[in-house]
């Protein structure tokens, strides 16, 4: 029997110093066994390169590569604990989206994230005031957040979304105003780019004393990222975006100390889980920098959506693992808000299922797991650290790229943007065509017998309306797209192709 005393645990804990009887094993004694095993070759041949060329070693220690005085903090801008665990609405039709969003709020989600498109094939079919509130019906906006994600539509549905608030001024509205990736997305723009940007900070700032706690802008650098792009050029562009809506809003009359509050920062979370929870945390440091630089302090606030383009049409039960690490890095990174699609994305519209556990693969994170119990998990550890350090400082060399090009519009027309993003893009095709880099389920270890997975079709048209005019007066603007991508569509009509 064990005796129920905390004083006997105490006891027990004391006498188990598990290490207590091993010796420190000193860097040359790691150096000695390395060569051994390499059969006398350095251990710097198995140092290799990231796609943003920056060094991944196969030690780290307090010296030379990381100061002990140099941290980076992760703390959530709502304070440590837990996330939002936010959920995707795309089904086209309005009352079938508000029928998902109870449904997922009843069993565990936080937080919306609506996705507009009239059309209805991208997203639910919302065109004016009328739809927005047929698909928030009974949601307690003042309880759940509500983010949009509407491109070029994104003033009008940020009206809509004002309407359905009703003023109301507790209201979590995150309006997710980003023109600049619907730009990049596109390559095009109905009118002058610069002048949707001053069109939705004009109307983030006729809002600001309505909503209070809501945020307008989300500068987000996912767009690279799905187009194949490296970490470091996903911070930069990401970064660009902030400064470009931060000054947007203060020529809006939005005074510079109040302006960073009103910005989200958003990044992808991918598979690669160190490399997500690295990213997140080097956003955190280059937007104080950027703070700084501007006069001006906000936390950080930051939203992760999981890749699209680590995705895969075959046996695409393995995008339920490439989801959940990807929710790791972002959780562990300190992510505000995390959405996670269902794993059935690239097929087609989700099922309950599907939808179901995309949910639980956070609540599983967070309750059963408990990261949402530590502060920062990756903290202190030198890899993570020194990794953290490198990305900041090469995203910030990029960003300053950016700057001297005149800004993000302005890079993304001269092809700076998309030039980074072609060479990065093309070293993982090759990676991928080696054999180098390896895809679970796809490249590597296919199931021959994999069972199908249900996914929901429908006719968009059935729901679909008349988009409104987004065009301003004024010329187009044009960009080199930067087009989605995901890194087993070379493999998916090859069934031979892999292992």
Known sequence: MVDANPDSWTCLLDVMPLAADFPIPSHEAWVALVEKTLKGASPDTLTRSGYDGLPVEPLYTASPHQPDSVRFSVTRSQGEGRWDVRTVLDTADPARANADALQDLENGANSLLLRVDPTGRDGVAVASAEDMARVLTGVEIELAPVALDAGFLGVQAAQWLHAAAKSAPRAQLALHLDP?????????????????????????????DTYPDATAFLASG????????????????MLAAAAAYLRALNEAGVPLAEVPK???????????????????RAARGLWSRLCAALGATAPARVEARSSRR?????????????LTAAGFGAAVGGADAIVLEPFTQPLGHPTPFARRQARNAQLVLMEESGLARVADPA??????????????????????????????????RSSLISGWVETARTAMIADLASGARQLIGVTVFRNPDEAPVAVE???PADVAKPAPQIGLAGGDSACPPLSPWRAAEAF????????
């Open 222 to 237: 996912a767009v690279t990222h799905e187009a194949g792009g490296a970490e470091a050029q996903e911070l930069a562009v």
């Open 379 to 412: 903290g202190g550890a030198w890899f993570l650290e020194t990794q953290t350090d490198q990305l900041a400082r090469a995203a910030w060399a990029l960003f300053q790229q950016i700057e001297a090009a005149g800004g993000l519009a302005q890079a993304l």
């Open 457 to 459: 079709t429908y006719d």
């Open 262 to 280: 009103l910005i989200t920062l958003g990044l992808a979370a991918d598979g690669e889980y160190f490399i997500t929870l690295a990213k997140l």
């Open 492 to 499: 998916e009509g090859a069934p031979g192709a892999a292992a």
């Open 180 to 208: 600049l990736s619907a730009f990049a997305r596109a390559g095009a723009s109905p009118g002058p780019i610069e002048a949707h940007l001053a069109q939705a900070a004009t109307l983030a700032a006729e809002l600001r």
């Open 310 to 322: 680590m995705l895969s049409r075959l046996d695409p039960w393995v995008n339920l693992l490439r």
